[in-house]
């Protein structure tokens, strides 16, 4: 049932969230819920962080829009900032994570045809997630995303995910190629983790082909995984990377950084964006990464993910019902052997918020600014509402 005036796009939970802090989320009945997914891994440094709502009110009152026809300070404060943690050359500014990836693509094309590959191709994943404008749905690989879109972009070439040889095989028949896209670790598709030789494998191949590498850290990046972009733990560099969600912790900004070649692709009205890289914005992701460094959270992310880890592994790993407890950084999950998608109501309930992707995983992206003590007691909630889930779940009838 649609709410309206709005469009009918999301099936929601009957809950209504007035404000939050930290980990939790205060609904507008005064009941509290843990939050273990902190708005699809945007809030990294939980609801309300003080040092980022200071800046984004002390940057309203000063000045929060002039448009990209001028020089911006904190634009490029930001820029270097970023380029200093990534080794990256050059930023683009977005509003999104679908908005960086469309700059991406925008890039890897007009890289083509300055090569003068007249229709140039873009190599994508099965079960990736990009986006939901029409090229990043494209370069998803999700039939439910596309669906009732077509027509299609053209120019994606599609490869099973954590597949070299896939990957090899394109190379030899296709010479329109010119970039791989490619999550670290593939959030909607499930927090599948892929071997250790798998980035290093497609750098190689980009490399040897001309191709540019294209990272989609929209998820995994901003320290989430325990380094700034997650492909800083397989030491690979890559050619394009985008970023968005924990970026300004709530405040809508993205971005695609370009390095090398890469880096100088694009020319005055090559590419734009109206709201891209506003004061606000700008001062807000400043804040994200002021607090990123000061709390060394990246290693706090490290620390406290090992530490769920175990802790799950302790509990629950062995029951007939658990798959698989997997995770890097606060990128954690949990598969069961089958759907489980009543869980996330079951759990509200109970006052705690789970999101389940790929029907059967739990995906925990916790902020990264929780104390041991609520990384464990969040941990804790998680097994109890499983193990109650699984109790429940024994006595249901089946047909
Ligand atoms: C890896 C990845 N890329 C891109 C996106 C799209 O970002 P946005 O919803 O900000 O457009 C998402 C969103 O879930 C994502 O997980």
């Given at each position: 049932m649609a709410e309206q005036p709005l469009l009918n796009t999301y099936g929601r939970l009957p809950v209504v969230f007035e404000h939050g802090r930290g980990m939790w989320l205060y609904d507008t009945e005064g009941q509290r819920?843990?939050?273990?997914?902190?708005?699809?891994?945007v809030c990294g440094l939980g609801h309300s962080h003080p040092g980022?709502?200071?800046?984004?009110?002390?940057?309203?009152?000063?000045?929060t829009h002039c448009s990209n026809l001028f020089h911006c300070k904190l634009q490029q404060q930001l820029a270097q900032r970023v380029c200093d943690l990534t080794d990256m050359d050059g930023v683009f500014f977005?509003?999104?994570?679908?908005?960086?990836?469309?700059?991406?693509?925008?890039?890897?094309?007009?890289?083509?045809?300055?090569?003068?590959?007249?229709?140039?191709?873009?190599?994508?994943?099965?079960?990736?997630?990009?986006?939901?404008?029409?090229?990043?749905?494209?370069?998803?690989?999700?039939?439910?995303?596309?669906?009732?879109?077509e027509p299609l972009v053209s120019g994606f070439v599609r490869a099973p995910f954590n597949d070299l040889e896939a990957v090899e095989a394109i190379a030899r028949s296709n010479s329109n190629v010119v970039a791989v896209l490619v999550e670290p670790i593939q959030g909607e598709g499930g927090v599948d983790i892929p071997d250790d030789d798998y980035l290093?494998?497609?750098?190689?191949?980009?490399?040897?082909?001309?191709?540019?590498?294209?990272?989609?850290?929209v998820q995994t990046g901003n320290g989430r995984t325990g380094t700034y972009?997650?492909?800083q733990q397989q030491g690979v560099q890559p050619d394009v990377a985008t970023v968005a969600k924990g970026f300004g912790n709530g405040y809508p900004i993205g971005a695609c950084l370009a390095r090398g070649a890469a880096a100088k692709v694009f020319s005055p009205g090559s590419h734009g964006s109206t709201f891209g890289g506003n004061p606000l914005g700008c001062a807000a992701a400043?804040?994200?990464?002021?607090?990123?460094?000061?709390?060394?959270?990246?290693?706090?992310?490290?620390?406290?993910?090992?530490?769920?880890?175990?802790?799950?592994?302790?509990?629950?790993?062995?029951?007939?019902?658990?798959?698989?407890?997997?995770?890097?950084?606060?990128?954690?999950?949990i598969e069961l052997t089958h759907p489980c998608s009543e869980l996330v109501l079951l759990a509200k309930v109970q006052g705690l918020l789970l999101n389940i992707t790929r029907e059967r995983v739990i995906r925990l992206l916790p902020?990264?600014?929780?104390?041991?003590?609520?990384a464990d007691y969040l941990a804790d909630q998680v097994i109890r509402i499983i193990k109650l889930y699984a109790a429940d779940d024994r006595d249901r009838p089946r047909n």
């Open positions: 819920y843990l939050d273990t997914f902190t708005g699809i891994a980022v709502a200071h800046a984004i009110s002390q940057q309203a009152e000063r000045l977005a509003n999104s994570g679908a908005e960086a990836n469309e700059a991406a693509i925008k890039l890897a094309r007009h890289y083509g045809h300055q090569r003068n590959i007249a229709s140039p191709a873009i190599i994508v994943m099965e079960n990736a997630f990009h986006g939901r404008t029409l090229a990043t749905l494209t370069a998803t690989g999700n039939r439910r995303v596309q669906a009732g879109f290093p494998g497609l750098r190689r191949i980009c490399d040897r082909e001309d191709w540019l590498l294209m990272l989609d850290e972009l997650a492909c400043i804040a994200v990464l002021d607090a990123i460094e000061q709390d060394a959270l990246m290693d706090r992310a490290r620390i406290l993910g090992e530490r769920m880890l175990n802790r799950f592994r302790e509990h629950l790993m062995g029951a007939d019902y658990i798959e698989d407890i997997r995770g890097q950084g606060l990128m954690l999950a902020p990264l600014t929780m104390t041991d003590d609520e």
